[in-house]
């Protein structure tokens, strides 16, 4: 895990900081809230997410 970059999948610094000083122009303040102890990639609710997608009783 890496605390310094955005994950590749969801984009790059540099892409964050183009939505956050967006974001500041138009006067919107961005927050991040993140919780990373709670369940892994290995946690079952969330493996069943990624073997039955939107059929998995765990989905959105």
């Given at each position: 895990?890496?605390?310094?970059?955005?994950?590749?999948?969801?984009?790059t610094?540099?892409?964050?900081?183009?939505?956050?000083?967006r974001?500041?122009?138009?006067g919107?303040?961005?927050?991040?809230?993140?919780?990373?102890?709670?369940?892994?990639?290995?946690?079952?609710?969330?493996?069943?997410?990624?073997?039955?997608r939107?059929?998995?009783?765990?989905?959105?």
């Amino acid at each position: 895990m890496d605390y310094y970059n955005i994950d590749r999948r969801l984009g790059t610094n540099q892409t964050f900081a183009r939505f956050s000083a967006r974001a500041h122009e138009l006067g919107i303040k961005v927050v991040l809230d993140a919780v990373f102890n709670h369940v892994g990639r290995g946690f079952w609710a969330f493996r069943d997410v990624l073997e039955k997608r939107q059929a998995s009783q765990f989905c959105g």
